[in-house]
């Protein structure tokens, strides 16, 4: 059950996520990979509560704990989405926002379970 709300909230954040690079992208003329940036900045934080009210329920004390841990996590699915993005539409000639669903399905599992096992652990 933990998962499908993990999948829940982190769809809700792939909508807001493909709305943001949409109007970067198509309607401000940025660069794909600008968007992406600034969208994965702008959408983590509102990531992580959706994840810890929502998903893992953990308490309200246990955040300044939890941030550093989902950033670290995060950074490292960054670096994934980055370098996935610039294959998927760059290499491969994929739509950006395409690409964008299919990264995000991609990191999906690895995501989860680490902000599972480390970000949200109960300590």
Do not use: D
């Amino acid at each position: 059950m933990r998962f499908l709300a993990y999948a829940f909230v982190g769809g809700v954040c792939a909508l807001l996520n493909l709305a943001v690079l949409w109007l970067l992208t198509s309607a401000l003329g940025l660069h794909y990979l600008v968007s992406t940036m600034i969208s994965f900045f702008a959408l983590t934080p509102v990531g992580f509560w959706l994840q810890k009210v929502v998903t893992f329920q953990t308490p309200l004390a246990a955040a300044p704990f939890e941030w550093p841990r989902y950033l670290v996590t995060m950074a490292a699915s960054f670096a994934a989405n980055l370098a996935l993005m610039y294959v998927l539409v760059s290499i491969l000639g994929l739509w950006y926002l395409a690409a964008s669903v299919v990264v995000s399905l991609l990191l999906l599992a690895g995501n989860f379970l680490v902000n599972s096992l480390w970000s949200f652990a109960h300590r």
